[in-house]
């Protein structure tokens, strides 16, 4: 996949995790969608580096989207737990 896919395979990704994980970020839109983009690329690199699973050359497979959203997920859950709501 191209840089360009995987920018909207982050945002999609990215969109994916707040809806999973609902609530105020401290970043808010754009800093919601900067951590979708970042929790694609580790997501994919740890699933290639450690679960011995290599990254799609296809946009729509399930296990690079699992992935990606999985990155997502945690780097969204550090970083309520680093950042906290800051925006109260």
Do not use: C, Q
């Not at 970043?27 to 997501?43: E, K, R």
């Not at 497979?61 to 925006?87: C, H, K, Q």
């Amino acid at each position: 996949m191209s840089i360009v896919s995987w920018i909207i395979l982050g945002l999609l990704a990215g969109a994916i995790a707040k809806f999973l994980l609902p609530g105020r970020d401290p970043g808010g839109f754009v800093g919601t969608t900067l951590i979708g983009i970042a929790g694609a690329f580790i997501g994919g690199w740890i699933s290639a580096r450690w679960l011995h699973h290599p990254v799609s050359k296809h946009f729509y497979d399930g296990a690079t989207w699992l992935a990606a959203i999985g990155g997502s997920l945690v780097l969204l859950v550090a970083y309520r737990l680093l950042f906290g709501n800051s925006r109260d």
